[in-house]
């Protein structure tokens, strides 16, 4: 495009968009709510009526976006999820995409792909990946309830056709569909222009803006396959270890730490499980963010009428957000001995290999949260003087000859850089089990040069930053051991870091992917595969969307 019109620079899609899209002149994000609300002939708690959705579909048309070939229609059918949660005359449905219509009111949360043009009507920590509308690298934009400028693609307060939610949830209410989304109005630009040499080109990279990454899906022993690479990144889950094979190994509670052979008596202790669930209806769900590290649920305490917190997440994360712990059945203040006690337990789970999860609760405080709080329209504050409760751990279950694989793979002279979000120390074990040993480093082992070469090196994401300052990966530096292992990288973010700073240094880089927020990582890295995470719907909508071209 650039050599057409005389220039050289890097191509910027960015504009290239605004100038297809122009000025957005709709003020749907700029409007009052109850403007809003009175234009598209909704309500925005209820939703619609199940006789006037079908009023409006029969009306507008089915929610697809404007297509130029039977292939790229099929691509964008392939791309966006099936289903949306729409509240219909009160409650929550699972409806089609291809059946939103304007003015209905939805519930959005991570792995959803956003089906429609919606301004947000309330959410939580809500980020969400815009690379198909906007196609570079800073493509992950938090969002919220607040316009924040006059142009629908660049105001926080909107969730657009094709974008992908990251982490959070999000309640909105749709205002456009179909064709009239801005991706919908983008490609209708692009069809509508004469084909002309110029025009054709600007048609190819409307679509390359929402196939951000060429993947080749392969079996999940891929790892042999990479070669003439000098570092490889890849998940430990899905590759070294099963992702839907795990089973519940051990719990820590009151003090104490049972078997699994013991989860019987443990369930018993609290009588009859159905009966608590009865007693403590669920009111909100907030599924877990690579943000905060943490996913919780607010109850209602039926025989005390209060609000009940239930938090659970990385034991670090949760322990550092708690002031007291469950005791007897009491909760007493978290000193230093029994903050002590809670991480040397947590650390003994993982040496043997075991995913540690940490558990908490907290009675929410009356003055903040009255008994008629409505969580459609409340945010949580903060998740703060929480008490502990307790731990619970998973086996690893290995995947089988993958021994034999990382030998194949080492011996081709790739040095391998296997991340997770889990503990350091249950990385280590877990693969200290197919014959990866290393050794614990800290900061200190990146600032000056050791006296000996690493074989194999295992450190906490948080060391990330100092590592990635080093000038050295020279032979007795942490980079130039044979394996590499990272725990607890848990943000997309840290992958990108890893992959420019070894790019920067002259390294060939491939990578392994697991979900549709690696492929900006895929593009980035010399090769790449992805992970076909069957299971949920909700996996393999990730897959689709990744890989789908």
């Known amino acids: 495009i650039n050599a057409e019109y005389g220039g050289s620079a890097p191509f910027d899609y960015s504009n290239c968009l605004s100038e297809l899209v122009m000025t957005s002149v709709e003020d749907e994000h700029r409007i009052p709510l109850e403007d809003l609300a009175k234009r598209l002939s909704t309500n925005l708690k209820n939703g619609l009526s199940n006789s006037e959705r079908e009023k409006r579909l029969n009306k507008s048309g089915l929610n697809i976006l404007p297509h130029i070939d039977a292939k790229e229609q099929e691509y964008w059918e392939t791309a966006l999820p099936n289903t949306t949660l729409v509240r219909i005359d009160g409650e929550l449905s699972r409806v089609l995409n291809r059946n939103l219509v304007v003015g209905d009111v939805v519930t959005l949360i991570e792995g959803d792909i956003v089906g429609a043009d919606i301004r947000i ?190 938090v659970e997440g990385l034991p670090e994360t949760v322990l550092e957000k708690c002031s007291h712990v469950m005791k007897n059945g009491e909760e ?38 009255p008994r008629n709080t409505s969580w459609e329209s409340t945010q949580l504050k903060s998740l703060e003087n929480l008490c502990f409760l307790g731990y619970l751990s998973m086996e690893n279950p290995l995947k089988p000859d993958i021994e034999r694989t990382l030998i194949r793979l080492q011996s081709n002279q ?53 590592a990635l300052e080093s000038q050295n990966l020279l032979e007795n530096s942490p980079w130039a051991a044979e394996s590499i292992i990272i725990g607890r990288v848990t943000k997309v973010e840290s992958k990108r870091q890893i992959i420019e700073y070894l790019k920067k240094k002259g390294k060939t880089v491939g990578i392994i992917g697991k979900r549709a927020a690696d492929a900006l990582l895929l593009k980035k890295s010399r090769s790449g595969h992805c992970l076909q995470r069957s299971g949920t719907k909700l996996h393999e909508r990730e897959f689709r969307y990744c890989c789908c071209g």
């Not at 800073?138 to 056709?161: P, Y």
């Not at 000193?335 to 947590?346: D, F, L, N, W, Y």
């Not at 600032?447 to 906490?460: E, I, L």
């Open 414 to 466: 790739t040095k391998i850089i296997f991340t997770g979000r889990e503990h350091p120390l249950a990385l280590k074990a877990i693969l200290s089990s197919v014959g990866v040993v290393s050794e614990i480093v800290n900061q200190s082992h990146f600032v000056s040069p050791s006296t000996t070469a690493f074989h194999g090196v295992c450190f906490s994401g948080n060391l990330l930053p100092v």
């Open 121 to 310: 009507l309330s959410c939580s920590n809500v980020t969400v990946d815009m690379s198909p509308l906007i196609g570079y690298e800073d493509s992950i934009k938090k969002r919220g309830i607040k316009c924040t400028n006059e142009d629908q693609l660049n105001s926080e307060n909107m969730l657009l056709a094709s974008s992908y939610i990251v982490s959070g949830v999000a309640n909105g209410v749709v205002v456009s569909v179909g064709a009239s989304t801005i991706m919908g109005r983008t490609l209708g630009s692009v069809e509508s222009v004469k084909k002309t040499p110029p025009s054709k080109r600007v048609q190819l990279m409307i679509y390359e803006l929402a196939n951000q990454a060429r993947i080749w899906v392969k079996n999940p022993d891929v790892l042999s396959r990479f070669n003439h690479l000098d570092f490889l990144i890849t998940p430990t889950a899905g590759v070294v270890t099963f992702l839907s094979k795990m089973v519940v190994a051990n719990i820590y509670f009151d003090g104490t730490v049972q078997k699994t052979s013991a989860l019987y008596n443990f369930v018993l202790k609290f009588k009859n499980v159905e009966e608590i669930r009865e007693q403590h209806p669920l009111f909100l769900r907030v599924p877990y963010s690579r943000e905060t590290n943490v996913q919780y649920s607010i109850h209602k305490d039926t025989v005390s009428n209060r609000w009940l917190l239930a």
């Open 332 to 369: 007493c203040v978290m000193g230093e001995e029994e903050m002590k006690e809670c991480i040397k337990q947590m650390e003994n789970l993982c040496k043997q290999g075991e995913t540690v999860y940490a558990f908490a609760h907290q009675y929410l405080p009356d003055s903040l949260y």
